[in-house]
């Protein structure tokens, strides 16, 4: 009797225990009974459990969970395992000190120097203070891991933009911003890159990215173009003024030209009007004295004005002519 009971004990029948369907709340993962790795990886069906309260475990990537079951013999039981986030420490070593602090896109949840748990996987983080530049970090926490993460800042230097800008009147823009119209000097510029950018109505735009360097002035000179269809409307005020001055001091120069023509003329006829008067005062002409008079007042007189007239127009020409071509 005493044999055959310890026969029934060891039977296959007694030892086959039961089944756990393992199911996580997150696919993948090893599962574990009583902390016994299976080999198996959730979702799983776990066969030959022995029988009672058992603790059915899911360790994956950056997350745990655990589930108690009780297994009976021959029957299927289920296990549903909640995972949770596991993770590290990170503590950040910030220079300055009171630099703003943002990780994976919010605000840090304390004070740099102090150690904060962070869930392990990839994060980034980023450090900002005027008159610095800005740095960005990605970093790595491990389950269990301490990451001490030193963040130091570099000062921003400063440097110098001279621009000459060419008509006048364009708008000068730097990162977005007018700082003027025409040339202009800016003294102060923080160090790294910039948009420089000019503009006006009727003209080809301008921009340009650039570098400035610390301690360093550059030098841009910026001539912005007529657009093609507005050219005769749009034209440099200069070279308007110039064009002007020589149509004028042409206009002018022909004037001049007219009034001695003109002057000749009337100088000519003025003297065979005074012949004409001698030969009729000694008696050697017939014509009489009122035909004389009315050829000095109808023709000699209205060609002599009219040359006086000619050279003085001639004169204000030329004058305001050069006067337009050699002024700024």
Known sequence: MIVFSLLALLSPAALAGGSVEVRGSVPGGRITVDGADTGLTAPAVVEDVQPGLRTVGIIANCRRGEAKVEVVD???ARADVMLHQTGGTLVVRLDPAIANVRMDGAAYPSKPGDPVPVGCGEHALGATL????PMFVNFTVREGELVDLPVKLQAIGRGRLRVSLVPASARLVLDGVEIGRGTQE???VPAGPHLVQAELAGYESYKQNMIVNKDR???LDIDLQPLPSTVASVKDPRRNRKAAGVVLSSGGGLA????????LAASTRYQDYLERADAINTGESSESALKAQAYRDEEVAPMALGGAVAGGLGVVLGGVGITLMVGN
């Open 186 to 188: 800016v003294p102060d």
């Open 130 to 133: 005027e008159g610095y530049m």
């Open 256 to 263: 001049l030209m007219t009034s001695g023509a003109l002057l």
């Open 74 to 76: 021959g029957v299927s």
């Open 217 to 219: 002035e550059h030098v």
